[in-house]
């Protein structure tokens, strides 16, 4: 079996295990994916997933973070932790022959986390520094500023990281208890690729991870509906500084729609690379941008599309004046076939480049199952991008490009004379 045509096999325990052969590398990767991330957060645990993303390597009942480092360096290995919007991911790399040590390993840290207090509280001052340092970056500040516009009460509209007042106060009880409702066998998705044959790496997983069993009752499904956003809104910081940033965000489509696919695609029109509308419009052509860009989330509900530039403060008015007009012109015409054309090359050549590596692939399956879209999306994804037309991406924006939260965050001289 080459790699990219994956197997899918499901544990007596509940485990998800996508396979893959590539026996064109002796390097195994695997990528283990949970449920939960920032979605499952309460307001007043924002940053409880990141931080036990940091801390879950860092001691088991057997070995302190010191002993777990230096057998995942003497094989030569990689071993990280990942927490996002969605989920939770564990992911290993090694040469395949290592594999069965590794997975040990890895039983231990999934089953069995210790959450040293001396480890969570180095790490927890560790992300409240990179809090900080976020609060002094123009487009963090705006981004928090449009998620919490777009979202409300859903837990989009918590950053990542957290807030310094909510990660201070997290302590290892949580972690524990969020451990426990959420990295779970019944909810995990694994998926291996390496040289040896499905079969093999199955029974290796089997052999380790077969006889784990939860101990405590699973997370309720959450009731996340989002109400409709009524009218555009307009949020202002005041910074001192030599130039404006300006956030525009619209609440898109969940993975799972029919449109994700073309809002993938407007957000590659408009703002993915150099040759891009709006780095041509407003950058090379206008002056206005100091930096411009857009990009369009992957998310199990309804996910941020986002286009943002930095100006000069004197260019502010024009400058969001252009890039709603950019916008609207999306809603009122037709990308030309060859603008589609274009379009469509970059981003299917963007994504064919992401899957180059075994962990890249494995990356990617995972992730696709464990938001529910299913290993199989990967290739339907590709197959609606090519069919896209004008007329669809046409009215993907004027069905979800629509009542934008805008942020701008700048001098305040310069954002006085803004109004909405």
Not at 228 to 246: A, D, S, V
Not at 395 to 411: C, E, H, M
Request: include cysteine; proline fraction near 6%; aromatic fraction near 8%.
């Amino acid at each position: 079996m080459q790699r990219g045509r994956l197997q899918r096999l499901r544990l007596s325990n509940g485990i998800t295990l996508l396979l893959g052969q590539n026996p064109a590398t002796e390097i195994l990767a695997a990528h283990c994916f949970f449920r939960g991330g920032s979605r499952v957060e309460r307001p007043q645990q924002a940053g409880l997933s990141h931080l036990l993303a940091a801390v879950l390597t860092k001691g088991t009942q057997q070995r302190d973070s010191q002993a777990i480092a230096a057998w995942v360096e003497s094989l030569g290995a990689g071993l990280g932790v990942e927490s996002s919007a969605d989920c939770l991911e564990v992911a290993l790399q090694c040469v395949a022959a290592d594999f069965p040590e590794l997975l040990r390993l890895l039983a231990e840290i999934l089953r069995e986390p210790s959450f040293p207090e001396a480890e969570v509280e180095r790490e927890r001052e560790l992300l409240l520094q990179t809090i900080r340092a976020q609060q002094e970056r123009p487009f963090s500040l705006a981004f928090n500023q449009v998620q919490q516009t777009l979202y409300g009460d859903h837990p989009y509209a918590l950053p990542e990281l957290g807030w310094l007042e909510t990660v201070g106060s997290l302590t290892r009880e949580d972690l524990l208890a969020y451990h426990a409702t959420y990295c779970r066998p019944e909810g995990m998705v694994m998926a291996v690729i390496g040289p040896e044959p499905p079969e093999t790496m199955a029974a290796q997983v089997e052999a380790v991870l077969g006889d784990w069993v939860s101990t405590s009752p699973p997370a309720p499904e959450l009731d996340l509906s989002l109400p409709p956003l009524e009218k555009p809104q307009l949020r202002k910081l005041f910074q001192p500084t030599q130039q404006t940033t300006i956030v525009l965000g619209f609440r898109g489509s969940p993975a799972a729609s029919a449109d994700y696919p073309a809002l993938k695609l407007l957000a590659t029109y408009l703002g993915s690379g150099l040759s891009s509308r709006l780095f041509v419009e407003l950058r090379e052509r206008s002056g206005l941008a100091y930096e411009v860009s857009a990009f369009f989330a992957t998310r199990r509900d309804p996910a941020p599309f986002v286009a943002y530039l930095g100006t000069a403060a004197e260019n502010t008015p024009v400058a969001l004046e252009r890039l709603q007009a950019e916008i609207h012109r999306l809603h009122k015409t037709l990308l030309s076939d060859e603008e589609v054309e274009m379009a469509q090359r970059k981003l299917l050549g963007q994504y064919a480049l992401s899957k180059q590596t075994n962990a890249q692939v494995a990356q990617l399956a995972g992730w696709y199952e464990i938001l529910g879209l299913g290993m199989e999306f990967d290739q339907q994804y590709l197959q609606r991008v090519r069919q896209l037309t004008p007329a669809q991406l046409q009215q993907a924006a004027k069905t979800y490009l629509v009542n934008a939260a805008i942020a701008l965050v700048g001098p305040e001289e310069a954002l006085a004379g803004v109004e909405w």
